[in-house]
């Protein structure tokens, strides 16, 4: 075939123009066929890929298209947030690198480059190019509100502060610099100067739901339940998440519930679910007939829940109802107090079907304790690097006299080999192929004597069970563990080991080992 390559590559764009690009594509791919490394054919795949929403696939064309096309600083940022948008980060760094060299002081390139390399840890290298854009912009409070951000993700939070405060001087009304101030100083324990820096930015934007929802999880840790309820509503106005019901059908606890049906829905995360659940039996105490929908990774646990006419999972259509409500809007609308959260006893319970079936796991071990081990969480979790830890920081627990089970659904590719080390050695069973589903732990833990939990989804599992559930939290809880005290008014069966210094993970294993010590039978 005699293709005219440039009249194909004119008459792809005007296809483009037109909105044809099925038309489009089908003339690039045939200048591929002939020539395989043309980077202009390879581009436009690449940019239609990418107005279709594929990234990946647009990824790989611009990629390609790069190595064989001189490109611009702008063709190359381009290129270079597609490969960003695709999580392949180092593509993208090498892209916005490119672009640099070309044009030195550009300022979107060295940004792109600092968002990928925090993506990928490298926060140094990440630091010096905000550093430069705030030298090249000394005027820009979003500058310097981005180098703030990320020194607060390597820790250095007195620049952290710093770096918030230029930004408030250049801009006195940065409402998300009053914000993340706030946050900074709440992270140290400073409540006073954290709630002043909220006020701040109310003051300057009353409707600022991060302001909002900060100032309520500041209360809540404090105790201070009544105004923390109130304004954690505020998170469905921040932009990071929707229920996708009208807020004029919520309960908000002023309508009559007796006879109504009331579809109560899940948000957030599995160990939220657990935890609010309680709550449930409430309403139908007071005469609601309630649908409650969970995770379906919780529907096997649930799906017989007492405080519910009708449990249903997330991929189930929602029912007809007079009202819904979010589950963890259940606490506001209930004017629950710190009296209220607890239960007496257990309010979930494992199937004895499935209990049954861990018969084999025990076989052979003899009476000591018998204790399950969670050592991470959910690593998309924003604060997961706080609150997991690895497993080798475990190692000085695990030779206690005691059988240990891990409870550790996703074992991380860097706990692996210690993991299997360990199993291997009797140490600590892992039985992480077997746990497949919620219920299936829930019907571990009913045999095991205790849980040690990071804050994650198993620590209230086990508390929701009544199980004793050791759980070892960084120096800065959520708010749902509050300060200083050693038990939870959420679980009776809870005891909380602190870090008392930021990271200080090996102080809270110390603990807990001499814990362990003392139970009968160690």
Request: proline share 4%; hydrophobic share 45%.
């Amino acid at each position: 075939m005699n293709l005219n390559i440039e009249h194909a590559l004119a008459t792809a764009q005007q296809h483009c123009a037109d909105g044809q690009f099925d038309d489009a594509s089908k003339l690039l791919c045939t200048i591929l066929a002939n020539v395989p490394d043309h980077g202009e054919a390879l581009e436009g795949l690449g940019y239609i890929a990418a107005g279709q929403g594929d990234h990946a696939r647009a990824a790989d064309y611009l990629i390609r298209a790069a190595v064989h096309l001189s490109m611009s600083v702008e063709q190359m940022n381009f290129a270079a947030k597609v490969c960003q948008v695709a999580q392949r980060h180092e593509d993208a760094i090498a892209l916005f690198e490119r672009s640099l060299t070309r044009s030195p002081g550009h300022l979107a390139s060295m940004h792109g480059a600092a968002m990928s390399l925090i993506q990928l840890g490298e926060y140094e290298r990440a630091r010096e190019l905000l550093v430069r854009i705030c030298k090249i912009q000394p005027q820009s409070a979003e500058a310097q509100y981005n180098l703030g951000t990320l020194l607060g993700t390597m820790e250095r939070h007195q620049d952290e502060m710093d770096a918030y405060r230029r930004a408030i001087t250049i801009n006195p009304r940065f409402v998300r610099g009053y914000v993340n101030l706030g946050v900074a100083l709440r992270d140290l324990r400073r409540f006073d100067e954290a709630l002043l820096q909220f006020k701040k930015a109310l003051a300057i934007d009353p409707n600022d739901a991060g302001a909002r929802t900060n100032r309520a999880q500041t209360n809540l840790l404090l105790g201070e339940f009544e105004h923390g309820w109130r304004e954690y509503e505020w998170r469905w106005r921040d932009g990071t998440r929707t229920h996708g019901f009208p807020a004029d059908s919520q309960w908000t606890g002023a309508q009559p519930v007796a006879g109504k049906t009331i579809f109560v829905h899940h948000e957030q995360g599995f160990g939220d679910t657990v935890q609010f659940v309680r709550f449930v039996n409430r309403l139908s105490a007071a005469g609601a007939r309630v649908v409650l929908r969970v995770q379906d990774a919780l529907l096997p646990l649930l799906k017989d829940y007492p405080g519910a006419a009708e449990v249903i999972g997330e991929s189930a259509e929602a029912p007809r109802f007079d009202y819904h409500i979010p589950l963890l809007s259940l606490p506001f609308a209930l004017k629950a107090r710190a009296i209220d959260l607890g239960v007496p006893g257990a309010y979930l319970h494992a199937d004895s079907a499935l209990v049954s079936q861990w018969d084999d796991a025990f076989a052979g071990v003899t009476r000591r304790p018998r204790i399950g081990i969670v050592w991470s969480g959910s690593r998309t979790h924003l604060n997961d690097r706080k609150r997991s830890m690895a497993l080798d920081q475990l190692i000085p627990l695990l030779d206690a006299n005691a059988d240990f089970f891990a409870l550790q659904p996703d074992v991380r590719e860097g706990d692996r080999a210690a993991l299997a080390q360990l199993d291997q050695r009797g140490v600590l069973r892992d039985v992480s192929a077997r746990l497949t589903t919620f219920a299936q732990t829930a019907a571990l833990i009913a045999r095991l004597d205790l849980v040690i939990s990071v804050d994650t989804a198993v620590a209230h599992l086990a508390g929701a069970l009544g199980k004793p559930v050791w759980i070892a939290l960084p120096s800065m809880p959520d708010w749902r563990w509050q300060l200083e005290r050693n038990d939870s008014p959420w679980y009776a069966q809870a005891r909380l080991f602190r870090q008392p210094a930021q990271g200080d993970w090996a102080a809270v294993v110390a603990g807990l080992r001499a814990a362990i010590d003392g139970l009968p039978g160690a």
